[in-house]
């Protein structure tokens, strides 16, 4: 059973859509505003939240960019009525990890908080027993925390989860459509560009220059890298 909320000024969608992932055996939360939303998402507690891109009072584009913050970021399927590929982009980079336009069914709605949760709980495969220690960067998989030169950084689970997946094989090139997959996972519809903008935020939070990496190196033409492979 996970714990859901869902943001979504409709009530009837958001009535709907509560009542197919309750049948789903989840416990589910709804509130009808961008402010409530807000609140309740910073609240913490939620495994998944669905949430609508237009709300009154807030957006749910501000509300990802809000959580996306603070460490314990929940996974989020964001809604829609707009289909245009730039709010699909925006969604994606600010911090969602997924996207469903409406009108949709409630069996495809379930289908995707079924794979968004799944990807939560999964443990990579062939996981280290312990940490991962290269030039004062310091992972820890089975706690997920980092720390760089002794000091915690708080990254995003999308951010944990792409810096692990680059850690766990140094010196090897990934393309952009791999990390897609093995990060974001297989059928995700999303952006190339969407790795190209974590990668950014994530060199924010650890490098000491994000603009000369030493963790992850970028391979111009192909993809990304974990720089080194010593120990």
Known sequence: MARILIVEDDREIAALAAAQLERAGHAVRVVHDGEAGLAEALEGGHDLLVLDVMLP?????????????????????????RAEEVDRVLGLELGADDYLTKPFSLRELEARVRALLRRGVAAPEAEPAGRLVYRGLE???????????????????????????????????YTRA????????????????????????????????????????????????FGGGEG
Do not use: C, Q
């Not at 009072?57 to 009525?81: C, D």
């Open 57 to 81: 009072g807030v957006s749910g584009f501000e509300i990802v960019e809000r959580l996306r913050r603070r460490p314990g970021y929940p996974r989020v399927l964001m809604l829609t009525a």
């Open 139 to 173: 992972i820890d998989p089975a706690a997920r925390r980092v720390r760089v030169g002794g000091r915690p950084v708080n990254l995003t689970a999308r951010e944990f989860d792409l810096l692990f997946e680059l850690a766990r094989h140094p010196g090897r090139v």
């Open 178 to 225: 791999e990390l897609l997959e093995r990060v974001w996972g297989a059928g995700f519809e999303g952006y190339e560009h969407t790795v190209n903008s974590h990668i950014n935020r994530l060199r924010a939070k650890i490098e000491p220059d994000a603009k000369n990496p030493v963790y992850v190196e970028t391979v111009w033409g192909v993809g990304y890298r």
